[in-house]
């Protein structure tokens, strides 16, 4: 039995897929330039909501220099890129509906290009960036924006399908849906979290089975990608493992955060029963603040995946709730789980307030799933960690990614979890959200302040390199 934190010699098979991640307003920046309209980051950050109040506008200004991009991609030999298509510039008029040629013509070259260099695209459909319009309808909340959502993966699939063998229709519901509408960390920095995330989730999961049942019916056929969606989760670990009772949170914690979005796609079309019954009793009078599915939509959301997409980046400790911590979190998810969540003080902390350095979680999440929905193929769609400084001798970043990705293959290896890929978040430093530019995942370095915003290699870049060449880590003691 290999341990915690024992450093493992392992290969991933020839066929495994190694990539990095980015984001479309994270790294695009020309945000009213093309055609696009405005979205509600666009207007967050306009408003002055983010750190600095930085915002996306350039960013990392790939929509002009896309072509480096693609040049960078090459020089760490990645074999998926995973990025995302920004809705309001493909339809401005997410309404009307009438796609942008502009557009059309910048993710074509990008797509292309990704092509002629060898590498896999993994487009997400949604990753964040609502157009503002659709928020002033009421968002996720109203059902009506299913067709429009529907509407705008129809124009996706078909315009740039023959160059995408992976579509992933959302990127973490849980933080839209929580850091946007419940603590109002994020866009559109609603503050409603009784009620309204499970308001959101639901159309949410909708409105991916609707993408699902379309590219199955109309491109499949022809076109032969893989179509899912990607959670984010902690690992969430008992507090004390000999404790029965923080097991219990710790399952409870797991199913309300990934089970909340992966049991209806991966197992049976609805909630965890635990998350129905914890959100019922913590209810006042009747009816649940958890919606419910009709028999028939959950016969339309089960299955609707080919993969499972996960972004895992730290651990969570857990054990029943106290009142006093019921009383310090917000009503609504938080205090619905009954679950008390906590760090272990002698993790090492990077830049991000909730990312702790525990790789051991990443093979615990990983088997969590294999356990829970009968072994998926999954693809690790984002891991990373941050600093402040963009530091281009980043030491801490290669101990993060050696002991996160040798995890993975301990999960692999020892464990048999069908794991089928692995990204890095993030190939280059860039618009990191409510933080702006002040926490950094990247591999290359970005100088925000040079208009030219060039791209330089960052120590972990060359690692990330010989671990994609190696498949991982050969053991050095055995010869040939
Ligand atoms: C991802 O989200 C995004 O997909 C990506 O765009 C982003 O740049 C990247 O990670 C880095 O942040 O319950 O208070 O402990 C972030 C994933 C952030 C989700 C922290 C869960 C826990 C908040 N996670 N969050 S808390």
Redesign the pocket.
């Known amino acids: 039995e290999i341990g915690r934190d024992e450093f493992y010699y392992g290969q991933l098979p020839e066929n495994f897929t190694w990539g990095v991640s980015t ?1 479309a307003y ?1 790294i695009e920046g020309a945000w009213n330039e093309g055609g696009k309209s405005e979205h509600i980051w666009d207007r967050f950050c306009h408003e002055g909501h983010v750190d600095l109040n930085m915002t996306g506008d350039v960013a990392c200004d790939s929509y002009h220099k896309w072509q480096e991009d693609i040049q960078i991609l090459k020089e760490v030999g990645v074999k998926h890129y995973r990025m995302s298509i920004a809705w309001t510039r493909l339809i401005p008029d997410p309404i009307g509906g009438e796609v942008n040629p502009e557009a059309v013509k910048y993710y074509l070259s990008l797509l292309s290009g990704l092509k002629t260099a060898g590498i896999q695209p993994m487009v997400t459909l949604f ?2 960036d609502l157009p503002q319009v659709l928020e002033d309808y009421g968002s996720w909340a109203n059902a009506s924006i299913i067709p429009y959502y529907k509407h705008y993966a129809d124009q996706a699939f078909g315009l740039f399908g023959h160059l995408v063998k992976y579509w992933i229709t959302f ?2 519901p ?2 839209i849906t ?2 946007g509408y419940a ?1 109002g960390e994020y866009a559109p920095g609603i503050q409603q979290p009784a009620t309204l995330p499970y308001k959101l989730a639901h159309n949410i999961i909708k409105c991916h089975a609707e993408a699902y049942h379309l590219y199955d019916q109309k491109y499949r056929a022809s076109m032969k990608g893989l179509v899912s969606i990607t959670l ?1 989760s ?1 690992f969430f670990a008992p507090k004390d493992p000999s404790n029965p009772a923080h097991v219990e949170a710790a399952e409870r914690a797991q199913q309300f955060s990934l089970g909340w979005f992966a049991n209806p796609v991966y197992k049976d079309g609805d909630y965890p029963q635990v998350m129905k019954d914890y959100v019922r009793r913590n209810s006042a009078g009747g009816e649940s603040r958890l919606p419910e599915f009709t028999e028939q939509e959950k016969a339309f959301i089960k299955g609707t995946y080919d993969f499972f997409g996960l ?1 895992h ?2 651990t ?1 400790l857990c054990e029943p709730t106290d009142a006093e911590y019921q009383a310090r979190v917000l009503p609504g998810y938080t205090r619905d789980m009954e679950v008390k ?1 906590s760090r272990d003080p002698t993790w090492h902390k990077a830049a ?4 702790f350095y525990v790789p051991w979680g990443m093979r615990g999440v990983l088997n969590w799933i294999r356990t829970s929905y009968n072994r998926p193929p999954t693809v690790v769609t ?1 891991n ?1 960690v ?1 600093d402040n400084n963009g530091t281009l001798q980043d030491s801490h970043r290669i101990e993060y990614l050696k002991t996160y990705i040798d995890e993975l293959i301990k999960a692999v290896l020892i464990d048999g979890c069908d794991v089928i890929g692995y990204t890095v ?2 190939i280059m430093d ?1 618009f ?2 409510a933080r702006g530019y002040t ?1 950094k ?1 990247g591999i290359y370095y970005v100088d925000f302040d040079d208009p030219q915003r060039p791209r330089v290699p960052k120590d972990s870049s060359r690692f990330y390199k010989q671990v994609i060449l190696n498949r991982g880590f050969p053991n050095p003691e055995i010869v040939g």
Do not use: M, P, R
């Not at 991000?352 to 990312?355: A, D, F, G, N, V």
């Open positions: 984001a994270q990753h964040w990127n973490e849980w933080v929580w850091q603590t984010n902690d972004n980046y730290s969570s969540l991000s307030y909730y990312l984002e990373g941050t978040w993030s860039n990191e959200w926490e995942f």
